[in-house]
């Protein structure tokens, strides 16, 4: 079946560590998106992608980098600059460019800084 | 800019009650797509239902309705006879007509979270 895998669902970080989410997808779609997710503030955009070798920043991009070098995978990046990383990642696909179709999301990863 | 304003945070219903969810939204986009997406306890957020800026006409899909309305630029969203299984956080998203590159517009509202007890 067709989808977008998140890796790992949980991950535990100390202060100052990098740590690298695995967001792969089998749809072949063109964009993919990485959200973040806190209570009672919804999804915020943190980067995304249109088009292999290239990428843009969202709402939320300090402390965050990503890479698009094949179609399929988006991983993002939390590292040491982001203040408060603790929080919940989705990842997401789109087809084609257009407002009306539909993001295809990931099952997120919790990453929680101890 | 774009904003979706979702005004409540929680709603607790009984079975069989109906919920209905509200969505403001703004933008100064003519043509427009809104949409409502699901995500239950597993985290991955689920299409639901989706409107263009053209078409007010509401609909009925099974036991989920909307209510579309220009006018008051709101979409809102009903869940007839609820049932356990649509406790989840509902949201309402905006995005404009094309996703340009370096002009990226979809916009979710906060979330409402539904709890439907037994």
């Known amino acids: 079946d067709g989808g977008i895998t998140q890796s790992p669902k949980y991950l535990f970080r100390k202060e100052g560590q990098n740590v690298t989410l695995s967001c792969e997808q089998n749809?072949?779609?063109?964009?993919m998106y990485w959200y973040r997710q806190d209570p009672g503030q919804g999804l915020r955009l943190i980067y995304y992608?249109?088009?292999?070798?290239?990428?843009q920043k969202g709402d939320i991009a300090e402390g965050y980098s990503v890479s698009r070098e094949k179609k399929e995978s988006f991983p993002l990046t939390v590292t040491s600059a982001q203040k408060n990383p603790t929080a919940f990642y989705l990842c997401a696909s789109l087809r084609g460019y257009s407002g009306a179709n539909v993001l295809t999301f990931g099952a997120g990863s919790r990453l929680t800084v101890l | 800019a774009q904003k979706v304003t979702q005004a409540q945070t929680e709603i607790s219903v009984v079975e069989k009650e109906d919920v209905t969810l509200d969505c403001v939204y703004e933008?100064?986009?003519?043509?427009?797509?809104l949409f409502w997406y699901k995500q239950p306890p597993s985290g991955e957020l689920v299409f639901l239902i989706r409107?263009?800026?053209?078409?007010?006409q509401n609909e009925i899909s099974g036991r989920y309705s909307w209510n579309f309305q220009k006018s008051t630029s709101s979409f809102n969203f009903t869940i007839t006879a609820s049932q356990v299984v649509d406790s989840a956080v509902y949201f309402c998203?905006?995005?404009?007509?094309?996703?340009?590159?370096?002009?990226?517009?979809?916009?979710f509202g906060a979330g409402t979270t539904v709890t439907v007890r037994a």
């Open positions: 992608s249109q088009i292999v070798n290239d990428f």
């Open positions: 409107r263009n800026s053209f078409d007010e």
């Open positions: 933008t100064r986009d003519t043509t427009y797509y």
């Open positions: 998203a905006l995005s404009e007509a094309q996703l340009r590159s370096n002009d990226y517009k979809l916009s």
């Open positions: 749809l072949n779609h063109d964009a």
